[in-house]
């Protein structure tokens, strides 16, 4: 069992359409990412945060500590945010990051 | 700057065949990380290095596998010998400094036949 999970695994919805991606952690972590895979295989990373919400352009990340679980959410979605979302984290007293299994997202135009 | 660059892009070679894989972080960074993604294991970390040394080779899953960083603008990951189950895209990403934010290359997709 992976230790952290995240749902749904596939995502399709229409332009336009609000989107949350979940995900879930085991123990308590001293960081969380997101990542954004494309198509192409590239990945690029969108947020890194320990607590409270960030936002960038129309993504927002949010992370609440105490219930070990943080939300991607998408605004005003676009065919071009299709990609595979992947959450991460680092726990305490490690180094190393720990990858969810990824959030397949198709907008449909 | 151009970013992390790997090379090659992809890479096809028989079982037992010795595989070298190059990352060349983004200058200034001090933190390099090799990943392995497959679709059965999703992302994996194999090792990473802070200041040329490395610091965790935990995920590095067996002696076959080996990874240097002779200086803060080169690192490599050979796999040696190859073997079908090695065949994954391997990512190099590396960050100013760990933990912070990561910049991922643009992978190699390795096939072993």
């Known amino acids: 069992k992976n230790e952290v999970e995240q749902s749904p695994q596939n995502l399709t919805a229409q332009e336009g359409e609000f989107i949350t991606i979940n995900c879930s952690y085991s123990?308590?972590?001293?960081?969380l990412h997101w990542l954004q895979q494309h198509p192409g295989g590239g990945i690029v990373s969108l947020f890194m945060?320990?607590?409270g919400k960030k936002k960038h352009g129309r993504l927002i990340a949010t992370i609440n500590i105490q219930e070990k679980h943080s939300s991607l959410h998408i605004t005003a979605s676009h065919p071009r945010d299709s990609a595979v979302y992947i959450c991460?984290?680092?726990?305490?007293?490690?180094?190393?990051?720990?990858f969810g299994q990824g959030t397949r997202l198709t907008i449909n135009p | 700057d151009a970013g992390v660059i790997q090379s090659p892009r992809h890479e096809v070679t028989e079982m037992g065949q010795e595989v070298t894989l190059r990352c060349k972080p983004i200058?200034?960074?001090?933190?390099l990380f090799w990943y392995r993604q497959t679709m059965m294991r999703g992302l994996e970390l194999l090792i990473y290095?802070?200041?040329?040394?490395?610091?965790?080779d935990s995920g590095m899953p067996e002696d076959r596998f080996s990874a240097k960083m002779p200086n803060a603008s080169f690192s490599t990951l050979k796999i040696q010998p190859s073997e079908p189950r090695d065949s994954a895209v391997y990512f190099c990403?590396?960050?100013?400094?760990?933990?912070?934010?990561?910049?991922f290359g643009p992978g190699t997709r390795l096939t072993v036949l």
């Open positions: 990403a590396s960050s100013f400094r760990h933990p912070d934010e990561q910049f």
């Open positions: 123990v308590g972590i001293s960081a």
């Open positions: 945060l320990s607590s």
């Open positions: 991460a984290v680092r726990y305490n007293g490690s180094q190393k990051l720990v």
């Open positions: 200058s200034g960074h001090n933190s």
């Open positions: 290095f802070n200041n040329n040394v490395p610091i965790d």
